[in-house]
């Protein structure tokens, strides 16, 4: 008599037991399987009722369907918009990152790779094909329209995530169909913002990406840190900008970004080179300088997922810039594409060597795919030599003779970073992140040769040199976080001055501006090594040293973040905050001092908004941020700290962002020996179909 996985699921298995397993057969048996994983934590409970739903809807369904379905769901948890069926089944622990490694008790239970490696993939995907919860991509009858699941050949999908990524691919597919005509005069515009091409100097892919920008509607750029991305969409700006003012028919410009922490930074910077702009005074008066959050662009209905502009309603502009794109899910860019008018251009700015977003997708990262190599036509290429001047031979580009690379003629990679040049440890150490080259970057860090990088390896969880670090930083240069809490004490106002007074002002700016001199980034928010644990243990260091009154909820200098937008106070997600004893403003308590927190303003400007705590519902200590949350920020002084076991986040691009958040100092912190190298060895490799669907339907433009 065969068994069936109930039977075996409360015994150890090994692969002796397993010989004589049935195929899989009962969905009821599946079931009791996803809740044990659920309760490993292999699984979200939502995955399991996701398929719980399609059992009740469709009784009879077969089990692998609701297995396919389970594991769709669940790489939605890991930002994959889809299940490749084929690769999982090639690689199962290692596509799904199931169970969680460093799981030694995984023996007690059946495996995700045990319960796959007797499944065939043409056969479960005729199994899928055959199920009345599975459409398929190519058919597109009203029943299948309402069927929960897509299979589109070897990919498996959600039907709502099927849907954004081809409202994606149809905006992207009619946009670079659709050309602009680029200024008559655009060398000489060209020249006159960026100077004529010289002779034997580098290529200025600034003004390349300019000049691809002017005739498309849709375009890229993308660079790593200093590159000059702010730059160069100042400048196409005012190259699009000042042909519109001529003619008496100003450009309506929107700036944006996916967090407050990103718009405010992009703010203050834009505000600083538009003033340096060799353009006429009314072209400049023209060129926006707020940005704001693409959740407030679209206007955002709180508790729903809609917003205010979509297709019916689309948004009053004509040019939009994004930036930080690569902070952009797929659900936030089909939303984005739906609401830009027909004759609108749209740029994406952004990093494509950046962690991807949080939620599902990696848009930036799927389109920007080529920008390395280039493959620009011989149509481009001879384009952009004869508006700019520039020469492309010898540049190491890939040519697209065959045209299979329609998009990559909109796209520009930035190439030469001016913040991080060969001298900078910071750079080469980033460089060789990226490049996947563990050895190098070791040797890096452990040479000693650049004074703006540091290691700190722990001997154990409680080595308190990470005390000393975090509170005193290193030496002279690179501070801790005593620097911003002497500040506070320090250049408080004298007691008697009401809080309109201008030094309050002054000082929460100052307190704040120091706070960003020094920020500690997590890999993994649990356990020790994670920011819960980590804020626990630097709130405690900071009481023993004296440095905070108390270790209450509320206590002056706390530092806050904030986890969700509330438009009613005007701020985002991601914005810091720090708690200060204030003046009472007016009442019988006036003079005496209350706890507000300090926020600065997106402005541009240093303003600074007070708070009161109890208006804060959605904020958490931020001593230790993970790197996800630090993306559109920078710090003087950044360390990262990664955890004392390989970790599914733990890849190349976490390290590379958490590097790239430093401006002056970078400091690796390493509870165990290995762990960095073995992260810098894995990429992410985030599923999805458009860059497929773009390739598979574009025409090339020359």
């Known amino acids: 008599m065969s068994r069936t996985f109930a039977d075996l699921l409360p015994t150890p298995l090994t692969a002796e037991s397993l010989s004589g397993l049935a195929p899989l057969t009962r969905a009821d048996d599946l079931l009791l399987l996803l809740t044990r994983w659920v309760e490993r934590g292999w699984l979200r409970a ?36 889809c299940l490749d ?14 169970p969680p490694e460093g799981d030694v008790q995984g023996g007690v239970l059946l495996l995700p790779s045990q319960l796959l490696e007797a ?34 050949g070897k990919r498996l999908y959600l039907r709502r995530y099927w849907t954004y990524e081809r409202r994606i691919d149809s905006a992207l597919r009619q ?43 849709f375009s890229i750029v993308t660079g790593g840190p200093g590159t000059g991305k702010t730059t160069t969409v100042v400048r196409l700006l005012a190259l699009l900008q000042a042909p519109a003012v001529e003619s008496g028919h100003p450009l309506r410009i929107r700036l944006a970004a996916p967090t407050g922490k990103a718009a405010a930074r992009l703010t203050e910077s834009i505000s600083q080179q538009v003033q340096s702009l060799k353009v006429a005074e009314d072209v400049r008066a023209k060129i926006p300088c707020d940005v704001t959050t693409v959740h407030r662009l679209l206007g955002s209905r709180p508790g729903t997922r809609h917003f205010r502009h979509h297709a019916g309603n689309r948004l009053p502009l004509d040019v939009l810039v994004v930036d930080e794109a690569s902070m952009i899910d797929l659900e936030m860019m089909a939303n984005l594409l739906d609401a830009l008018p027909d004759h609108a251009r749209l740029v994406l700015l952004g990093d494509k060597d950046q962690l991807a977003s949080v939620e599902a997708g990696a848009v930036l990262g799927d389109l920007c795919r080529d920008a390395e190599h280039g493959w620009y036509s011989p149509q481009t290429r001879e384009w952009l030599e004869s508006v700019s001047g520039e020469r492309l031979q010898g540049s190491g580009l890939f040519e697209d003779v065959d045209g299979s690379h329609p998009l990559a003629q909109q796209v520009v990679m930035l190439r030469h970073s001016r913040r991080f040049g060969e001298g900078s440890g910071i750079g080469q150490l980033a460089r060789r992140v990226n490049q996947q080259l563990p050895d190098e970057a070791r040797q890096l860090l452990a040479g000693g040769h650049y004074e703006d990088v540091y290691s700190l390896p722990l001997k154990g969880e409680h080595d308190h040199t990470l005390e000393r670090l975090l509170l005193e930083g290193h030496g002279e240069g690179p501070q801790g976080y005593r620097h911003y809490l002497s500040v506070l004490r320090n250049q408080r106002p004298a007691q008697g001055r009401p809080l309109e007074h201008p030094d309050w002002v002054d000082w929460a700016r100052e307190v704040l501006q120091a706070f960003d001199t020094f920020q500690l ?8 090594w994670g920011v819960e644990g980590l804020n626990q243990r630097i709130t405690a260091a900071l009481l023993k ?3 905070i009154d108390n270790d209450q909820q509320w206590y002056e200098g706390r530092p806050v973040l904030m986890t969700r937008n509330d438009y009613g106070l005007g701020l985002m997600n991601g914005d810091i905050g720090i708690a200060l004893k204030l003046p009472e403003r007016e009442g019988p308590d006036a003079g005496k001092t209350v706890l507000r927190v300090a926020f600065p303003r997106n402005d541009g400007q240093g303003g600074v908004r007070f708070v009161l705590p109890s208006r804060l519902n959605d904020v958490e200590t931020v001593y230790a941020m993970t790197v996800h949350k630090s993306q559109g920020s920078e710090f003087a002084h950044t360390a990262l700290i990664l955890p004392d076991a390989l970790n599914p986040v733990l890849t190349k691009e976490l390290i590379y962002t958490g590097i790239t958040r430093a401006k002056h100092w970078f400091t ?34 020359g």
């Open 46 to 81: 939502l995955d399991k009722a996701f398929v719980a739903f399609l059992h009740e809807l469709e009784p009879d369904t077969d089990p692998l369907v609701l297995l396919a379905a389970a594991l769709t769901s669940h790489q939605l948890g890991h930002g994959h918009v």
């Open 85 to 98: 069926l084929f690769e999982t089944l090639k690689a199962p622990d290692f596509a799904l990152s199931l």
């Open 119 to 152: 499944l065939e993939g043409a056969h479960w995907c005729k199994t899928l094909a055959g199920s009345r919860l599975v459409a398929l991509a190519v058919d597109s009858s009203e029943t299948a329209q309402e069927r929960p699941l897509v299979l589109s």
């Open 175 to 217: 946009r670079l169909a659709q050309g602009e005509a680029p200024p008559n005069d655009l060398p000489q515009r060209l020249d006159e913002l960026f100077g004529s091409a010289r002779a034997g100097a580098p290529i200025d892919w600034q003004k390349l990406a300019c000049a691809l920008a002017t005739r498309g509607a």
């Open 521 to 528: 980034l997590c890999a993994v928010r649990k356990g020790p």
């Open 545 to 547: 040293a004296r440095l």
């Open 668 to 701: 690796l912190i390493e509870p165990r020996a290995g762990v960095f190298e073995e992260a810098v060895q894995r990429k992410v490799k985030r599923l999805s179909g458009l860059m497929l669907e773009l390739e598979e339907s574009s025409e090339p433009r």
